[in-house]
């Protein structure tokens, strides 16, 4: 005893000591073990953790392997293969895999299956995920529809309570079957057949070792961990076991949850365990846009776009309707990109067009200048350039030249409103590298992608490439870059009919829900809003006498309850008077629209406040309604529809045809934009989603609202007040297209100019795009040089 605790002072006699100790355990050598310092007892600990983890593993090892001695063994990671190990013990514990009916023998035989480090078969799901088998390459004869028959499954061929393989003429779980059901159906039913012969496990075997593997996915997502599901994957694959939807959804779930998903330990280069999981799921039940959009990306990372657009379009065709619930913009986004950074544009632009033509599929702006300024950059816009293969034939004729960048710009305006600088940035910098070298392009540079381009002004030359940030002056609507007039887009005859239609439908619904709220509250409805439709018939009234009154038509309509209310708590109608005032001043006709509610002498405010009107503001209401000035809207009818309406009105007797809308040119005086003009600082939150979609909704309100601001009156007098007006657009902030012209009186066309509206910019500046018909060499070129900073 001396002798060793003399020995063990030299730094390696202990490691010895310890081995020899761990080796030779009695309760003397336990005792000795104590007397270690804590440093030599944390090493034993290690040593014979690893040891008994080594027989463990030598013990499973003999598992089975009876049936084939001779042949090449594969192992999982030991790292892997130790948090597999741990957490299975804690599936077993914690979690019913062995039930009543079932005996422990039956149960020993899973568990050293479960807890075997060697892979007795090899992956299939892993090498079919890889692959993607176009069923429409080639045409099948008689023999190949007969073994599609033979192939074809039923639930029980991959049941673990089937003890043996056979087939029905029955199709995978009502799934479509193609040239990848039968591959798969092929695959698995032989899986499945040597996993049995292999191994001579039961069907209550199998059903307590399919139960534990898919216990673990629910432990893995409790713990929120990943790291035992990549061998628990392999095992469960490994059974040519059907596991239920909601196992498999589980362990994707978990998988996905990781950032970075490495490979397993078998030395197979790309691995995708997410890939994997998706396609048994799509496999073994329906795609969904989840399990395709992982399979997609697998094969986007290793570059591969042909493939991963075989399976987007393979998956969309299997089941009913898959094109309007599976596909969206997030799925096949990915696949674009990769055939632009490819610079396919053939491929690029065909899958665009097929995506166009899926409602599901709502565009991004993102999405729009990747695919501009791509084509841009391989110098598809130019007018000498060679058409993009194929683009004639899905439309896009004669696929190349400013015509291809008009027909896509017009989608892109049909689709977006506004784009980004970055966006900018990038369709700028796609047409400095495709026309680099000519002269047409000499003041466009490269620049950095989160540069802040600055206006241009100077007037470019017809024959110039412009694709620069300009100011557009509100006096002119004028482009100082290409001279191109920019327009005031207002809503259509159509459109116009469609406001007016869902004002009387919305005008009767929300009087209903108001009613019902009187109702619950204990209060009853008069006799007169008991009538049918009786908001809509009133809001409807309204529009016939806009219609058929007579005298000078309306130009500027007042939401008179906003103006009342202005800057108060009250209402105060001097200050409807001031505004009536201003605006026959500024030559305009008005009509203020108020509730009848704020015309009595007194009426509720709010709770418990009443307000009485003095003896002039009564007299203000008077003078109003006397002269045509005032329209009393119906007691609990909304007022905001009443003003709304208005402006999609034709008024036909007082127009008698006459056009409203005020033009820059003609008179400075007055506001230059669409008539009549709504005054109203109301932001109509609760109107705007019901109302028109958000394109139009916008269209409308820059031609039509006006707001307003003025010191508001404290006292009961009238008072002089200056009223400032946030003017409505003179030209329409949403992408367009405007020709462009020779000379002064507009009478020789040039060619046309794009303007886009940017988020990150001042209201009037926008991105302007505008592509010569002729391509300019550098000897012909005669161009001011702007080019000393990035501001064209």
């Avoid at 804690?90 to 005996?103: H, L, N």
């Avoid at 899973?110 to 045409?139: G, I, M, T, W």
């Avoid at 462009?740 to 886009?756: I, K, P, R, V």
């Amino acid at each position: 005893m001396k002798c060793l605790f003399l020995l063990s002072s030299y730094s390696f006699l202990p490691v010895l000591l310890l081995l020899f100790l761990t080796t030779n355990s009695n309760n003397n050598n336990r005792s000795l073990i104590t007397a270690f310092t804590p440093k030599y007892s944390s090493l034993l600990f290690k040593l014979k953790h690893t040891q008994n983890h080594s027989r463990n593993r030598n013990h499973h090892m003999k598992m089975f392997s009876a049936q084939s001695p001779n042949e090449e063994v594969s192992q999982y990671d030991d790292e892997d293969f130790l948090a597999y190990e741990s957490a299975m013990k804690e599936v077993i514990s914690s979690f019913r895999v062995m039930q009543k009916k079932d005996k422990q023998q039956d149960f020993d035989v899973a568990k050293q299956y479960l807890f075997s480090p060697r892979k007795y078969l090899d992956n299939y799901v892993s090498k079919l995920s890889n692959q993607n088998h176009d069923d429409n390459e080639n045409q099948e004869d008689e023999q190949q529809q007969q073994q599609k028959q033979n192939l074809q499954l039923s639930d029980d061929d991959y049941d673990a309570n089937s003890d043996s393989i056979h087939s029905t003429n029955r199709s995978i779980n009502n799934v479509p079957v193609d040239n990848n059901n039968i591959i798969f159906a092929k695959e698995i039913k032989e899986q499945r057949s040597n996993f049995v012969n292999k191994l001579n496990m039961t069907k209550t075997q199998s059903e307590m070792t399919l139960r534990a593997l898919s216990y673990m996915g629910d432990y893995c997502a409790k713990k929120q961990t990943t790291k035992p599901l990549y061998v628990a994957w392999d095992k469960l694959v490994e059974t040519g076991l059907k596991p239920r939807a909601n196992s498999i959804n589980t362990y994707l779930y978990r998988i996905t949850s990781e950032e970075e998903i490495p490979g397993t330990q078998l030395g197979q280069e790309h691995r995708d365990i997410a890939s994997e999981v998706a396609y048994l799921n799509e496999m073994l039940y329906q795609p969904t846009e989840n399990t395709i959009s992982i399979r997609i990306k697998s094969f986007i990372k290793r570059g591969d776009a042909n493939s991963a657009e075989k399976l987007l379009w393979n998956s969309s065709d299997s089941g009913v309707s898959q094109k309007d619930t599976l596909l969206r913009h997030r799925t096949c986004v990915p696949v674009l990109e990769l055939h632009c950074q490819n610079d396919d544009m053939t491929s690029a632009l065909r899958l665009y067009r097929r995506m166009k033509d899926i409602p599901s599929i709502h565009f991004e702006i993102e999405t729009y200048s990747m695919l501009l300024s791509s084509i841009a950059r391989l110098g598809y816009f130019r007018c000498d350039s060679s058409q993009i293969q194929g683009a004639i034939e899905i439309g896009y004729g004669p696929g190349y030249g400013p015509s291809l960048f008009d027909q896509l710009a017009t989608e892109m305006s049909e689709d977006i409103l506004e784009i980004t600088n970055e966006c900018a940035t990038s369709i700028r910098n796609g047409f400095a590298l495709g026309f680099q070298n000519l002269g047409m392009a000499k003041n466009l540079r490269e620049v950095p992608y989160d540069c802040q381009l600055a206006p241009i002004h100077n007037l470019a030359s017809e024959k110039e490439l412009v694709a620069c940030r300009v100011h557009i002056s509100d006096d002119s609507s004028l482009c100082p870059r290409t001279n191109a007039r920019l327009r005031l887009i207002m809503l259509h005859e159509s459109q116009r009919r469609h406001m007016h239609d869902t004002l009387l439908k919305m005008a009767d619904t929300q009087y209903e829900a108001y009613d019902a709220r009187l109702e619950a509250r204990g209060q009853k409805s008069s006799k007169k809003s008991m009538e049918e439709n009786y908001a809509g018939s009133h809001l409807d009234g309204f529009a016939k006498w806009l219609d058929s009154r007579k005298g000078k038509p309306f130009t500027a309509i007042v939401d008179g309850a906003n103006v009342a209310y202005f800057g108060l708590g009250y209402v105060n109608h001097h200050q409807v008077k001031l505004m009536v005032d201003m605006l026959e001043k500024l030559g305009e006709t008005p009509l203020v629209v108020m509730p009848q509610k704020y015309m009595q002498k007194k009426f509720y405010v709010r709770q418990r406040f009443v307000q009485e009107l003095t003896q002039p503001q009564l007299d203000i209401i008077d003078e109003l309604t006397e002269s045509g000035k005032l329209y009393q809207v119906p007691h609990r009818c909304l007022d905001d529809y009443y003003w709304m309406l208005s402006s999609v009105s034709n008024q036909t007797v007082s127009r008698n045809g006459a056009d409203l809308d005020v033009t820059p040119s003609i008179d400075e005086k007055r506001w230059a934009c669409a008539r009549p003009v709504l005054i109203s600082n109301d932001q109509m939150r609760d109107h705007k989603l019901e109302l028109l979609e958000p394109r139009l909704f916008r269209r409308w309100v820059s031609s039509h609202i006006i707001n307003y601001s003025f010191t508001p009156f404290l006292k009961d007098i009238a008072e002089e007040r200056e009223i400032s007006f946030s003017k409505a657009n003179v030209f329409s902030r949403e992408i367009q297209k405007n020709p462009t012209y020779l000379n002064e009186s507009e009478d020789e066309l040039s060619g046309f100019a794009w303007h886009f509206p940017v988020k990150d910019w001042e209201p009037n500046d926008r991105f302007c795009v505008r592509i010569p018909q002729k391509i300019v060499l550098d000897s012909e070129a005669k161009l001011d040089d702007i080019s000393s900073s990035y501001l064209n």
